[in-house]
């Protein structure tokens, strides 16, 4: 089986989309597109047509190009079938019990709210589309949900291989990581990924993809356990659940 292309596709100030050829079945999906040129234009500069628009939850900055890309292309719009009143346009509603399907492929659809409360992430191969429940060194604010419920799906996306690609909905990571290193000064892995994070964007690189094993390493939401980030907090003894809370809090106000 013919590996999947990804394509990032930059969007609006700090958005990505993500176009996904399956080369075998000749079908190419977009991931969370919240303007139909950039997306249009990347299909152009492939020549692939899109016959698929995927969506990890209802924002307008991951769904405002799904009206004009689906009447453009006819594209089958997938997204979290528990959200579909809040969807224009949603032809097949997904979750963990249904999956999805690309081509031969099998999709796995994790339930991670707490961003929102249905929101989903689309595992296919060695690649996962986070949305905005994990970012690069970071997680998503939570407007629908509680500290114990981010930390659940956030927990329940640890469960992936290390070696899982993650693409997330925004190019947050050179702040992420300046945050991060408040909390985890002597964090070693953390230190050298923004070495590498600072120079990506000096030259005007993406961040993305990351790994489930470096964000383990390096992503303080993903890192309560840590003796030094606990002891920054002052929370030595306190819960996982409690230590996620105070870090989403202080980077809600960094």
Same mark, same amino acid.
């Given at each position: 089986?013919?590996?999947?292309?990804?394509?990032?596709?930059?969007?609006?100030?700090?958005?990505?989309?993500?176009?996904?050829?399956?080369?075998?079945?000749?079908?190419?999906?977009?991931?969370?597109? /919240?303007?139909?040129?950039? $997306?249009?234009?990347?299909? %152009?500069?492939? @020549?692939? =047509? !899109?016959?698929?628009?995927?969506?990890?939850?209802?924002?307008?900055?991951?769904?405002?190009?799904?009206?004009?890309?689906?009447?453009?292309?006819?594209?089958?719009?997938?997204?979290?079938?528990?959200?579909?009143?809040?969807?224009?346009?949603?032809?097949?509603?997904?979750?963990?019990?249904?999956?999805?399907?690309?081509?031969?492929?099998?999709?796995?659809?994790?339930?991670?709210?707490?961003?929102?409360? /249905?929101?989903?992430?689309? $595992?296919?191969?060695?690649? %996962?589309?986070? @949305?905005? =429940? !994990?970012?690069?060194?970071?997680?998503?604010?939570?407007?629908?949900?509680?500290?114990?419920?981010?930390?659940?799906?956030?927990?329940?996306?640890?469960?992936?291989?290390?070696?899982?690609?993650?693409?997330?909905?925004?190019?947050?990571?050179?702040?992420?990581?300046?945050?991060?290193?408040?909390?985890?000064?002597?964090?070693?892995?953390?230190?050298?990924?923004?070495?590498?994070?600072?120079?990506?964007?000096?030259?005007?690189?993406?961040?993305?993809?990351?790994?489930?094993?470096?964000?383990?390493?390096?992503?303080?939401?993903?890192?309560?356990?840590?003796?030094?980030?606990?002891?920054?907090?002052?929370?030595?003894?306190?819960?996982?659940?409690?230590?996620?809370?105070?870090?989403?809090?202080?980077?809600?106000?960094?």
């Amino acid at each position: 089986m013919t590996p999947l292309a990804i394509e990032l596709v930059p969007c609006l100030s700090d958005n990505y989309a993500y176009l996904v050829r399956d080369a075998d079945a000749g079908l190419t999906a977009v991931v969370d597109p /919240s303007e139909a040129p950039p $997306v249009r234009k990347a299909l %152009a500069a492939k @020549g692939w =047509t !899109l016959t698929h628009i995927l969506n990890t939850h209802h924002h307008f900055d991951h769904t405002g190009g799904n009206a004009d890309l689906k009447k453009e292309f006819g594209a089958e719009v997938v997204g979290p079938g528990k959200d579909a009143s809040r969807f224009t346009g949603l032809d097949t509603g997904v979750d963990e019990t249904t999956g999805w399907r690309f081509g031969a492929r099998g999709v796995r659809v994790m339930e991670i709210p707490a961003h929102t409360s /249905s929101h989903i992430a689309f $595992v296919v191969d060695d690649i %996962a589309f986070t @949305g905005d =429940t !994990l970012f690069a060194m970071g997680c998503g604010r939570l407007f629908e949900g509680t500290p114990a419920m981010m930390w659940s799906s956030l927990s329940k996306l640890m469960t992936l291989p290390d070696a899982t690609r993650i693409f997330c909905g925004h190019e947050y990571t050179q702040s992420n990581g300046r945050f991060a290193l408040t909390l985890e000064p002597g964090n070693a892995a953390l230190v050298a990924r923004m070495k590498d994070v600072d120079a990506a964007r000096a030259n005007g690189r993406p961040t993305i993809p990351s790994t489930m094993g470096l964000e383990k390493k390096t992503n303080p939401f993903l890192r309560p356990g840590s003796p030094e980030l606990r002891k920054t907090l002052g929370m030595e003894s306190a819960s996982d659940v409690e230590v996620f809370a105070e870090t989403r809090k202080r980077k809600d106000n960094f």
